[in-house]
């Protein structure tokens, strides 16, 4: 739920000099069930995020900044956000991800950390926002990355959404881009659910075998997703927030509990 949320969907779809939309992490596992919003030049109506979306936004926003020490007001966050009417639940998420962070044990840690791959060469750089994307170039960007007191490698991405393959899919990638950035024998993904019953935390800890395995499939997939052309439909188009869903022919129905959000 970082900055790349932000993005509207001419933002995260825009086509490089290839005309080829590389997905970001967020998008990946979209991209494997379906290329077609990524091969095709077509304008993607906007699709401003829901309230749910949000709120997960305002989430990540505090934790950012508490881990950069900075002095926030939740409720101005909330404000900013225009979900003053969860001021209360947003007060809680706040509450539970600083208890998170406060038992942090970390050589140094990095918030909103992005990172453009080359979908080519693989190489890996430090980008300044999620607008820093090069020609060839999708950006990662956990919402924490860190180092342990034992040397591991930490990348967690809090979450206010119901669980999906899509944010493991969207954690993989991350681990293998900090791990060509910063180095690192094994990795621990972390993925935090936020809900009212308080936070669900999800771990796994990828060798330095299962890091190469990740590599490997990223760069097959990007090779393989300029010829994915044709329209894939399926539950994909819906619970991967494609941009093309509102306008795409073989699109199917949106599922009734996506029916209360409009596209615009």
Request: with cysteine.
């Amino acid at each position: 739920m970082n900055q790349l949320a932000l993005a509207s969907s001419e933002e995260e779809y825009s086509p490089d000099d290839e005309g080829m939309r590389w997905p970001s992490a967020s998008k990946l596992w979209l991209s494997e069930k379906c290329g077609y919003s990524f091969t095709t030049l077509t304008k993607w109506p906007d699709d401003p995020p829901g309230p749910a979306a949000k709120f997960g936004i305002a989430a990540g926003r505090c934790a950012e900044l508490y881990v950069l020490g900075k002095e926030y007001s939740v409720a101005n966050v909330a404000k900013e956000n225009d979900i003053l009417d969860r001021l209360e639940d947003l007060t809680n998420c706040d509450s539970d991800f600083r208890h998170i962070l406060d038992c942090d044990q970390f050589e140094w840690r990095v918030p909103e950390c992005f990172m453009a791959v080359h979908v080519e060469t693989l190489d890996v750089r430090r980008a300044d926002s999620h607008r820093d994307k090069r020609k060839g170039e999708t950006l990662i960007g956990p919402d924490l990355v860190f180092k342990d007191l034992n040397g591991a490698l930490w990348v967690r991405d809090w979450k206010c959404a119901r669980k999906s393959d899509s944010h493991w899919t969207q954690e993989k990638a991350g681990a293998f881009a900090a791990q060509r950035l910063f180095g690192a024998d094994e990795c621990v993904l972390e993925l935090v659910y936020w809900s009212k019953s308080g936070p669900l935390r999800l771990k796994e800890t990828l060798d330095g075998f299962d890091l190469e395995t990740i590599q490997a499939w990223f760069s097959q997939h990007m090779k393989r997703l300029p010829m994915m052309t044709e329209p894939t439909p399926g539950a994909h188009c819906h619970d991967g927030w494609c941009g093309a869903r509102a306008i795409c022919e073989a699109a199917p129905p949106a599922p009734r509990r996506y029916t209360k959000r409009k596209v615009a």
